[in-house]
């Protein structure tokens, strides 16, 4: 009849579909006029999930949530479900792929001395050319080094004593004056130390570290410091008169 508009459906509909359980998305051709329960049904051959532990949500072809499809009784046509349009499957029990699961991997591990015999391998190169931790001659230099470095800084202590007056300039901290009390090495770090019992409160502790005690002194007094830091001479303590304005 002449004014008559007839609108013409598409009986099935191409839709991507995910899920919870893997990360692959894959594309299907469905009958609108199948419910949710059925779907439900063809989708558990796609996914692995029990149609009973399923929530379905539909999004658009630019994957924006739609809603829910939570009414087994309803056709698939009765939601607006268009090609393209994503069902999202959400898997209630929470079951993992056996594609996904690495817990169930089995690891291999491949023993040290066969490792070593590969000539393959990145151990092999490194040792072929002289890299990193086979480097023979760096190593050799920087042993060289470390121990010229030890020597300087234990020549450097020996040069110090307890009870002398000292001027501590370490860079990016203001000068203080103190008095040596302690010169050697400790068990917080390696090398040699100098303890130093300031004037001011401008210190750290009360001359103990990490539970063992090296010399006595009000808390925030007391410090260590290398001593290519100190400098020992006559410097006085500073007094302050009272009266002084």
């Known amino acids: 009849m002449e004014g008559e508009i007839t609108i013409v459906s598409n009986p099935t509909v191409n839709v991507r579909l995910t899920n919870t359980i893997s990360s692959f998305e894959s594309m299907r051709r469905f009958n609108r006029g199948i419910t949710i329960a059925e779907l439900k049904g063809k989708l558990e051959m796609i996914v692995g ?3 009973s532990s399923m929530e379905l949500e539909l999004f658009s072809v630019s994957d924006i949530f739609l809603q829910k499809m939570d009414d087994n009784e309803a056709l698939l046509g009765s ?5 393209n349009c994503k069902i999202h499957v959400i898997d209630k029990s929470g079951q993992i792929s056996e594609f996904t699961d690495v817990s169930k991997v089995e690891k291999f591990e491949l023993p040290d ?5 590969r000539t ?3 151990r092999s190169f490194m040792k ?4 990193g931790q086979f480097n023979e001659e ?3 230099k920087k042993r060289a080094e470390n121990a010229a470095r ?10 110090l004593s307890v009870g002398s007056r000292c001027k501590v300039q370490v860079p990016e901290q203001p000068t ?3 008095t040596v009390m302690y010169v050697g090495t400790t068990d917080f770090k390696p090398g040699y130390w100098v303890g130093v019992k300031y004037d001011e409160p401008l210190g750290k502790h009360d001359g103990s570290v990490a539970g063992k005690r090296y010399f006595e002194c009000e808390n925030k007094y007391g410090g260590f410091v290398k001593p290519f830091s100190v400098t020992v001479g006559d410097f006085p303590e500073e007094t302050y008169d009272l009266d002084e304005m």
Do not use: C, F
């Open 79 to 83: 939601y607006p479900v268009d090609d």
């Open 49 to 51: 999930a029990s149609p």
């Open 176 to 178: 203080k004056l103190g």
């Open 128 to 131: 072929k050319h002289g890299v």
């Open 120 to 122: 393959d391998s990145a």
């Open 138 to 140: 760096e190593k050799a």
């Open 113 to 117: 001395d066969a490792y070593e015999k």
């Open 150 to 159: 030890r020597e300087e800084e234990k020549a450097a202590a020996d040069a």
